[in-house]
């Protein structure tokens, strides 16, 4: 009895090493499991479900026969992979979530979030998180031709990456001051995102009451996956490439 979470695997075609990993995991650790949540970040970028990249479909159908062996799969989206729609989730079997939101966690209430909603100091990224989350603009860019969305990610892709490196840490990390107010308005005492990259369980306190608040890695060098069972949380490392 488990359920798995991942997040954060910015899967490329440049990085084959990642993909392989993931398709060794839902092939091997996936069928026993009650459930996987995959909370966003999936894929590097994402601009469109009509992007015939066979990457893209050599994904869903392993998240597809993973589903038909009776596993749900829910997925939450990033801000890398925000425009991923219903298409591809039926696709894939999965179920898209929105973020942050409630699970029963072995009759635990547990509140689940990309993670990128916590980072406030970051200014910058929350006022173009808002702009990309109009529905006007969604429409209209998933309505340019394919080549050019791939312009703009491209563009955008680079700009965030150049960005990122005159940032300090302590922007691109969450506040304790977000986590504990959204703790409080799901009345959670248990939350499990991604998003920083920075693997860990933090135990806290909050109102009195014992917390606990879970960060995902990312696969850049080493699978990372949490196990959850009752009463227990274990956060493991997995090689990229099977053994």
Not at 48 to 64: E, K, R, S, V
Not at 133 to 151: D, E
Request: charged share 20%.
């Amino acid at each position: 009895m488990s359920t798995l979470f991942i997040s954060d695997l910015h899967l490329c075609a440049q990085r084959p090493d990642m993909t392989a990993a993931l398709l060794h995991f839902l092939a091997h650790d996936g069928p026993a499991a009650d459930a996987l949540y995959v909370l966003g970040d999936l894929f590097e970028f994402w601009i469109g479900d009509d992007d015939p990249n066979p990457l893209h479909q050599q994904i869903a159908d392993a998240f597809a026969a993973l589903s038909q062996q009776q596993v749900p799969i829910y997925f939450i989206h990033g801000n890398r992979d925000f425009l991923l729609g219903q298409p591809f989730a039926e696709r894939a079997g999965m179920t898209l979530l929105p973020d942050p939101c409630v699970i029963d966690l072995y009759g635990e209430r547990v509140l689940l979030s990309h993670g990128d909603l916590l980072c406030t100091l970051d200014k910058g990224y929350q006022r173009l998180r808002r702009i990309t989350q109009q529905r006007w603009l969604r429409w209209l860019f998933l309505r340019l031709p394919l080549a050019q969305r791939q312009g703009i990610a491209r563009k955008m892709r680079g700009q965030s990456q150049m960005e990122n490196r005159h940032k300090s840490q302590r922007i691109m990390d969450v506040t304790p001051e977000a986590v504990e107010q959204m703790l409080r308005q799901s009345g959670c005492r248990v939350m499990i995102h991604g998003h920083t990259h920075r693997p860990a369980i933090h135990d806290m306190v909050l109102d009195g009451h014992a917390a606990r608040r879970i960060v995902l890695g990312d696969w850049f060098e080493q699978g990372s996956v949490l196990i959850c069972r009752p009463g227990e949380q274990q956060l493991t490392a997995q090689p990229l490439m099977p053994r």
